[in-house]
């Protein structure tokens, strides 16, 4: 589909697991997003690439969170040492342009993450 | 800081009634303001925005939306609710000063539509 890609859709882990969520977002856009959504918020930032770079990893919660984009495409969500506090709805969400002023971001249907 | 603020978690309508969704933020900047919406199962989609001109903004299927810079609100409104649009709404804010590209979103409203 030309929509934003997330995989896996859903995915279980034990505690001190290391987890990767990945995001094809739509071709050609050079901006992508991630956000974390717990039950009951919003979406709440994580970090944003612009190209290959991280132009901002502020919501990043701790180190134990990690993102890479290496050719400025598709992405990955690197979780370590996983906690039950990780668990969460991780969206993805891709646009044209560097920034989200101009307009709408596309997101994915994101990856539903369950640490026990 | 920006922050979202939607007051109300859950707000059930019948069908054909009308619906307010309540939206008020706070930012020290000027703002761009969105709402998203998510249908059960789907991906949030954006519904519709506001950038400049214009406070009033409408979407295609009927909802609108009117910036108030005095109240900082952007209540979100439909005049005859359907089935189709049981949904949850997020209302969003991104400042618009140099090189800010972040949304910061409400809680979200759940809107269930009675027939």
């Known amino acids: 589909g030309a929509g934003v890609s997330q995989t896996p859709s859903n995915k279980v882990t034990e505690k001190g697991k290391y987890v990767e969520l990945r995001c094809d977002p739509i071709?050609?856009?050079?901006?992508l997003y991630w956000y974390r959504q717990s039950l009951g918020q919003g979406p709440e930032f994580l970090i944003y690439?612009?190209?290959?770079?991280?132009?901002?990893d502020s919501g990043l919660p701790n180190d134990r969170f990690f993102a890479v984009r290496p050719e400025g495409s598709v992405s990955t969500l690197k979780i370590q040492r996983t906690e039950r506090g990780d668990s969460a709805v991780y969206l993805c969400?891709?646009?044209?342009?560097?920034?989200?002023?101009?307009?709408?971001?596309?997101f994915g249907e994101g990856s539903r993450l369950t640490v026990l | 800081a920006q922050s979202v603020t939607q007051l109300d978690s859950q707000v059930p309508v019948f069908e054909e009634a009308p619906v307010e969704l309540r939206c008020n933020y706070s930012?020290?900047?000027?703002?761009?303001l969105f709402w998203y919406v998510q249908y059960p199962n789907q991906g949030l989609q954006l519904l519709l925005k506001?950038?400049?001109?214009?406070?009033l903004v409408e979407s295609i299927n009927g909802f609108e939306a009117e910036f108030n810079k005095s109240q900082t609100s952007f209540h979100l409104r439909k005049p005859s609710v359907h089935i189709s649009d049981t949904a949850e709404y997020f209302c969003?804010?991104?400042?618009?000063?140099?090189?800010?590209?972040?949304?910061?979103f409400g809680k979200g409203t759940k809107l269930s539509v009675i027939p």
């Open positions: 930012s020290s900047v000027s703002v761009y």
């Open positions: 506001y950038l400049s001109g214009s406070t």
């Open positions: 969003a804010v991104s400042d618009h000063g140099a090189g800010s590209y972040q949304l910061t």
């Open positions: 071709s050609g856009h050079t901006a």
């Open positions: 969400a891709s646009s044209p342009s560097g920034g989200t002023n101009t307009g709408e971001l596309f």
């Open positions: 690439f612009q190209g290959t770079g991280a132009a901002d």
